[in-house]
């Protein structure tokens, strides 16, 4: 019997321990006039559930190893059972020795519409189109598991991005929006289409380094860490060079902006001076943080 017992506890265990995701679902509703709607929370109950139940890995992750994450769905309108949207996603992932947890990505995508019946089953097919609730939680789903990969490995998100790019493909056959070439620069096939491209190589490469040879040795040497951040600046500026004004770069920075500002204003003092010169040349729309560094 306490055999048993043990077996039993360590399935569980194992259940409870293997998703990959601790994500944050909120469901706003202002815009509507009817925010107190119970579909609403009941919405947001279910894609809760929905993203934090689901196996999307065959990886085992430990309850401290899950991804922290947020999405933030802004309902604009709602008629009858058809529901037009936007959707903020962000994670972060923690840094070597240290209680600080890092933004990785954030993105806003705008044009987030979808059909939901309340209490209607929420299930992510790896190569089938279910409904585009489903395929653009998911899709972001693996950017986040993507992006956090790349973090800790060079090229880590590979087999991610590869099935986020799976699911835009099979998600055309939908006239929703983000999901086409014609969709615009900012869409989420925009998104993937340039993370798999060779030409963008280099802002994975700088992912990498930025976290591992950078933020992840501060702890034990702030200097030499400050000085690798700096050294990927170089990196992006080569990207740039090629791809100017990439909106990659700007996914960049939208997570990282702030960040930088900080590293650059305390610890020990680095040369920044072409630093500071690169980063308004790669990543202008941020002037205005990079004139509050202190250095």
């Known amino acids: 019997m306490r055999k048993l017992i043990l077996l039993f506890t360590l399935l569980i265990s194992t259940v409870a321990f293997s998703q990959e995701l601790n994500c944050t679902v909120s469901v706003i509703a202002q815009q509507t006039g009817n925010e107190n709607d119970m579909i609403y929370k009941t919405l947001e109950k279910q894609l809760t559930e929905f993203i934090n139940n689901t196996k999307w890995t065959n990886k085992t992750f430990k309850q401290n190893e899950r991804i922290s994450c947020s999405m933030v769905i802004n309902v604009k309108e709602n008629n ?38 309340e209490f209607q089953n929420l299930v992510f097919n790896e190569t089938q189109f279910e409904s585009n609730l489903i395929s653009v939680l998911s899709f972001h789903v693996y950017m986040i598991l993507g992006m956090d990969a790349d973090s800790f490995e060079l090229k880590g998100g590979d087999d991610y991005f590869k099935q986020a790019q799976t699911i835009a493909s099979y998600s055309q056959q939908l006239n929703g929006q983000g999901w086409k070439l014609e969709d615009g620069l900012q869409s989420r096939f925009a998104l993937i289409d340039n993370l798999m491209s060779p030409s963008y190589g280099g802002m994975r490469s700088a992912m990498y380094k930025y976290h591992i040879e950078g933020l992840d040795i501060m702890n034990e040497n702030q200097k030499e860490g400050k000085n690798k951040i700096i ?11 090629v791809r100017p004004n990439s909106f990659l770069m700007r996914v960049f920075f939208d997570a990282k902006a702030d960040e930088i500002t900080d590293i650059l204003s305390g610890g020990p003092s680095v040369n920044i001076s072409d630093a500071m010169d690169t980063l308004n040349r790669i990543a202008p729309m941020y002037s205005q943080k990079w004139r509050n560094i202190k250095y």
Do not use: C, G, W
């Open 231 to 241: 050294s990927v600046f170089d990196e992006l500026k080569k990207v740039h060079s």
């Open 80 to 117: 009858n059972d058809m529901f037009s949207a936007s959707l903020q996603v962000s994670s972060s992932r923690p840094i070597f020795n240290s209680t600080y947890s890092s933004p990785v990505f954030n993105y806003n995508d705008k044009e987030f519409n979808f059909q939901y019946l």
